[in-house]
């Protein structure tokens, strides 16, 4: 499809299948503080870690639709790699405004890391995509990656920004396959490849050697979106976003101290 043009304040949706893209959010808005945005979260559907690879592009195709159909945006962000690594062509093809993804920073990683030794934490199924496997061959063929898939730590992260407790224990437990590897010592970077787990950077860094970088793809795709936008000025005042929702329960209620936080007052559920 040809894009269409933007409008004069443009607006940005960033969705994911929960939290995660909260920590998308925060990047932008340090880079755009007074862009307004649309937080979408596919809470009905959640966790898409675990969810196969036709019933997800069926999903994100419908959820964004629907969506938009309500909230007119100019530029979409898909800010959850265990999409971005399966529908990006699909979501190009069919929505005529500018699409983001956000996929394994594995390209910062090798180039950061003098061991080549790298460690990759993201969900089940981003470990698995033949995506992510391309980007290890295409910008790290020499390194050693080991990888780690956890829809537990997406849970945490959920748990977390809802106000609970996230235990050293808990997290320790879910990393041991990176500890039990025989190159653990040498390990030098870290990808978050799942956008719920800068949401526990400090928590994860502890568990880490000093040594370990945790590199994300936040602000690159902070910066990305800024400059897809640099034609367009946005006016200097507190901007209004709305969070979106595709299911009412009680963890939306939970979540609001925490959207508040990011300037999100106004919240929308669009059953899909
Ligand atoms: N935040 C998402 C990602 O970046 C996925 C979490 C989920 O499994 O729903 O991969």
């Avoid at 443009?10 to 925060?26: A, E, K, Q, Y």
């Amino acid at each position: 499809m040809t894009s269409s043009p933007i409008a004069s304040t443009p607006r940005i949706l960033v969705f994911d299948s929960g939290v995660g893209g909260l920590s998308i959010v925060h990047e932008i808005q340090k880079k755009l503080p007074f862009a307004p945005l649309i937080y979408a979260s596919d809470n009905a559907f959640f966790p898409y870690g675990t969810k196969g690879e036709a019933e997800l592009i069926t999903r994100v195709d419908a959820v964004l639709h629907k969506i938009i159909a309500a909230h007119p945006i100019d530029i979409i962000v898909i800010a959850c790699n265990t999409a971005s690594t399966l529908t990006l062509p699909h979501i190009r093809d069919n929505f005529p405004q500018p699409v983001v993804g956000v996929v394994p920073a594995i390209k910062p990683a090798a180039a950061h890391s003098k061991s080549q030794v790298i460690g990759l934490l993201a969900t089940p199924a981003t470990v698995a995509r033949p995506y992510t496997h391309a980007l290890i061959r295409e910008h790290a063929p020499n390194a050693e990656v080991i990888s780690v898939g956890s829809s537990e730590l997406v849970e945490l992260a959920e748990h977390k920004l809802r106000g609970g407790e996230v235990k050293p224990e808990q997290l320790h437990t879910i990393l041991q396959p990176f500890f039990l590897h025989s190159r653990i010592a040498e390990m030098d970077a870290l990808v978050l490849a799942c956008t719920h787990f800068p949401l526990l950077r400090n928590e994860l860094a502890a568990q880490f050697l000093p040594q370990v970088q945790l590199i994300d793809s936040g602000e690159a795709i902070a910066r990305r979106v800024a400059s897809l936008l640099e034609p367009h000025h946005f006016i200097a005042q507190t901007p209004e976003h709305w969070a979106v929702f595709t299911k009412a329960s009680s963890a939306v209620n939970a979540l609001s101290p925490q959207l508040v936080q990011f300037g999100i007052h106004r919240i929308n559920i669009i059953e899909v």
